[in-house]
């Protein structure tokens, strides 16, 4: 049972990226899903969350208009498109899925920290290097 994350790299300022990250074990059709990000020497942070109906995604504030979460239950699998790419979105980044939190607002998945440390299944983490 896992969640295997794919799809990071190198990329230049104005880039994209499309991460994916595929469940095993589970059909992710059931459970909130969310993207994290942890640049070096920084915290983790939500990016981008949303509840098994995926209705509402929350997206904070830096990446609005720019990156989309998504999911396709067919091949139970999770992305988060990334354009417009910045520097400042270099980081690792983690998607993880939750059971219980499946139908609270993407915004609470996100942004409550005590949550954050009892999600279900964390992928291992994709770096996203983009240059200047």
């Known amino acids: 049972v896992q969640l295997q994350a794919s799809g990071g790299g190198l990329v230049q300022t104005g880039g994209s990226l499309r991460l994916s990250c595929t469940a095993s074990g589970f059909t992710l059709d059931d459970y909130a899903i969310g993207w994290f990000r942890q640049a070096p020497g920084k915290e983790r942070e939500g990016v981008a969350c949303v509840s098994a109906s995926d209705h509402n995604p929350y997206y904070r504030e830096s990446v609005k208009g720019r990156f989309t979460i998504s999911r396709d239950n067919a091949n139970n699998t999770m992305y988060?498109?990334?354009?417009?790419?910045?520097?400042?979105?270099?980081?690792?980044?983690?998607?993880?899925?939750?059971?219980?939190?499946?139908?609270?607002?993407g915004s609470y998945y996100c942004t409550d920290i005590s949550a954050r440390k009892d999600l279900d299944y964390w992928g291992k983490g994709t770096l996203?290097?983009?240059s200047s």
């Open 80 to 105: 988060l498109q990334m354009n417009n790419l910045k520097p400042e979105d270099t980081a690792v980044y983690y998607c993880s899925a939750d059971h219980h939190l499946r139908g609270i607002l």
């Open 128 to 130: 996203v290097t983009v």
